[in-house]
């Protein structure tokens, strides 16, 4: 089975889509992150949930666990609000870490191995330009190897 056969579910957006929007479009997929292309469509990143989930906490409290307890409920349920106005561009962290990423006739055991080798749970598909094809997660890698 060729990942280009799965590629699809994963959602994926461009450096100046708002923040809130890609992880809206994230959480309606239900899947373990998203795909960040440029304007031209060409691959900038591939997050996984809890690099999503980096982009929306205030590092101040990412990086101190405990500020995170004495904040009352009332605010604590409101931190993404924090990320109205920014898009995806504003908060990539600078020098990202090296993202997974198969061509479209890749095996799913390359890209489970692309997976295993930078912890993240998506693979984006592209092509011989770094034009983002799609992508695949762990779910629809697991759902082909099991289906089949």
């Known amino acids: 089975m060729l990942v280009r056969e799965l ?23 239900k899947v373990p992150g998203l795909v960040v292309v440029d304007g031209r469509g060409r691959l900038v990143a591939v997050l996984s949930v809890t690099e999503v989930l980096r982009l929306v906490v205030s590092p101040y409290v990412g990086e101190r666990l405990a500020l995170a ?30 993202s997974a990423v198969v061509m479209p006739d890749a ?31 762990w779910g629809a890698l697991l759902d082909g190897l099991l289906a089949a």
Do not use: K, N, Q, Y
Not at 69 to 97: K, N, W, Y
């Open 107 to 137: 095996t799913v055991l390359e890209a489970a191995a692309s997976m295993a080798g930078t912890g993240c749970p998506i693979v984006a598909v592209v092509d011989d330009d770094g034009g983002v094809l799609g992508a695949v997660s």
């Open 7 to 29: 590629a699809g579910e994963v959602a994926v957006v461009g450096l100046d889509d708002p923040v809130l929007d890609a992880v809206r479009a994230m959480w309606r997929r």
């Open 69 to 98: 307890r004495v904040i009352d409920e009332e605010h604590a349920d409101e931190f993404l609000s924090e990320c109205t106005g920014r898009s995806m561009r504003d908060c990539l962290p600078r020098g990202h870490r090296r």
